[in-house]
């Protein structure tokens, strides 16, 4: 089944402490993308790639680090976090239909980052 | 403020009827998305619609885009209870690769 996974789905962490949240494709995607969705302000664009190792600034990158070494894997690393970083997240992968630009997002089904 | 701002934010209808939601964007596209978004779920694509296009449909949607006044719509018919959800248009612009987000409309369909 063609999908995007998030692990983990819901965490719970303390202030400063280093963690990852990692995210997959199994459609040969060549875009992928964080989001963090916050009420009362959609969702934004954290970090997206457009390919293995080609890596790029969104909306709101401060606190957030991605690296993308092989296709299919894209994890968010929040080096040392804090509450203003509690939110719900989402992964996205999307075909570069042409080689170029892509097109329609397809999403992970969420991870909830609750810190204290 | 956000590229993409959906008007309005919220709306309720009965079963049956017909929902529409405007996005309005500020800078020139290359493309323009609609997704749906069950409560606290991933988002799902509905429908692309590119900048040298002016209406789409797919299955109940119907999308307009007016680049000239630099907004989109979606219409919803016959509403279905199913329907109730979030709709979010994203745009993708001309420079650069990002893809942003509106703040949504939410849609409750009364069966």
């Known amino acids: 089944e063609a999908q995007v996974t998030q692990n983990p789905r819901y965490l719970i962490t303390v202030t400063g402490k280093k963690l990852t949240v990692t995210c997959s494709q199994n459609?040969?995607?060549?875009?992928m993308s964080w989001y963090r969705q916050d009420p009362g302000l959609g969702l934004r664009q954290i970090y997206y790639s457009m390919n293995v190792e080609v890596t790029d600034k969104g909306d709101v990158p401060e606190g957030y680090k991605v690296s993308r070494k092989e296709k299919r894997n894209f994890p968010l690393i929040l080096e040392s976090p804090s509450p203003n970083q509690t939110s719900l997240y989402f992964c996205a992968s999307s075909p570069a239909r042409g080689g170029t630009r892509p097109y329609e997002q397809y999403f992970g089904p969420g991870t909830r980052l609750t810190v204290t | 403020s956000q590229q993409g701002e959906e008007d309005p934010q919220a709306l309720s209808i009965q079963e049956g009827e017909n929902a529409t939601m405007n996005c309005s964007y500020k800078?020139?596209?290359?493309?323009l998305q609609w997704y749906r978004q069950n409560s606290g779920r991933g988002l799902v694509h509905l429908i692309l619609i590119r900048s040298n296009e002016r209406e789409k449909h797919s299955g109940r949607l119907r999308v307009t885009l007016d680049t000239s006044k630099k907004s989109s719509s979606l219409l919803i018919t016959a509403s279905r209870a199913a329907d109730t959800a979030s709709y979010f248009c994203?745009?993708?612009?001309?420079?650069?690769?990002?893809?942003?987000f509106g703040g949504g409309t939410r849609v409750l369909v009364k069966p």
């Open positions: 994203a745009t993708f612009l001309d420079a650069g690769n990002k893809l942003t």
């Open positions: 800078t020139s596209i290359n493309n």
């Open positions: 459609m040969n995607h060549e875009y």
